[in-house]
């Protein structure tokens, strides 16, 4: 369980199987976006759907155990404590959006869609243009500032703990800031 200096053994898990998942994630849309067509982005995007969907999966599991844990957790009292809990929220948000969104577009693409090896749905007959265009439009968009919002995330747990002295990234890495 999480506790007021840190994170629990599953909160822990979620957290670094995540970042493993979203580092995947942004090498393969950087592939995509800057060399698109080469084996190496074809290796890479090969998993980006069904990376996606564990995503997804994980991010709902990880926000029902955070809410189970929600007053064992350390707490957010000062404004940028609420700031960060801000960020946290935007971040949860996006982990679902984005995938739901790519879940949409394929939905009405005329393509069937499988994820870890599971038919999720067949094809449509026809394309249904308002869910392509959705995601078409939005995924990769919010996908961006997902990532943007994840560099900044890491880039104040490094603030936090080298600069002004603060071990917050012990809370997630040793499960207890005061080691």
Known sequence: ????YGYGLVSRFFHWAMVLLLLWQIISAALHYFLD???ITDFFFGY????GVLLLCLAVLRGIWGFLNISRRPSHKGGLDRLAALGHVAMYGLLIA??????IRAYGSTRPFSALGIDIFAGQPEKIEW???????WHGFLGWILFALIAGHIAMAFVHTYAWKQPMIARMTKGDERI
């Open 98 to 103: 984005v995938p739901v969104i790519a879940l």
């Open 1 to 4: 369980m999480d506790h007021a």
């Open 131 to 137: 869910m392509s265009n959705l995601g078409g439009e």
């Open 48 to 51: 980006h759907f069904s990376n």
């Open 37 to 39: 067509d080469t084996p």
